[in-house]
Nanobody, 114 residues
Framework: QAQVVESGGGLVQPGGSLRLSCGASGSIFNFNTMGWYRRTPGKERQSVAL???????NYADSVKGRFTISRDNAKMTVHLQMNNLQPEDTAVYYC????????WGQGTQVTVSS
């Protein structure tokens, strides 16, 4: 049984936008910090954005001002609005939770290319 399910990736031109979504089970979502990581071939997964249960956010310097993370606690979903996408944003994006029960999902591919 999947704990997190990511969606919303795709192919977009530079300067375009995408909105990623993550649905999570209660044990993963409730009262936990949620976030998004990304990984490019040959590199470790890196944190992109985090959001606490109360809504405090933290962003990687490379995405500040372009990406916005949000969460809907009633629907147990987390979103990542990505604007002004650039080729260097190309990666597989993964939903993350601070829950001790968390395991990585399949991720969703984001490709930024003209």
């Amino acid at each position: 049984q999947a704990q997190v399910v990511e969606s919303g990736g795709g192919l977009v031109q530079p300067g375009g936008s995408l909105r990623l979504s993550c649905g999570a089970s209660g044990s993963i979502f409730n009262f936990n910090t949620m976030g998004w990581y990304r990984r490019t071939p040959g590199k470790e997964r890196q944190s992109v954005a985090l959001i606490s249960y109360s809504g405090n956010t933290n962003y990687a310097d490379s995405v500040k001002g372009r990406f916005t993370i949000s969460r809907d606690n009633a629907k147990m979903t987390v979103h990542l609005q990505m604007n002004n996408l650039q080729p260097e944003d190309t990666a597989v994006y993964y939903c993350w939770s601070s829950s001790r029960y968390f395991t990585w999902g399949q991720g969703t591919q984001v490709t930024v290319s003209s």
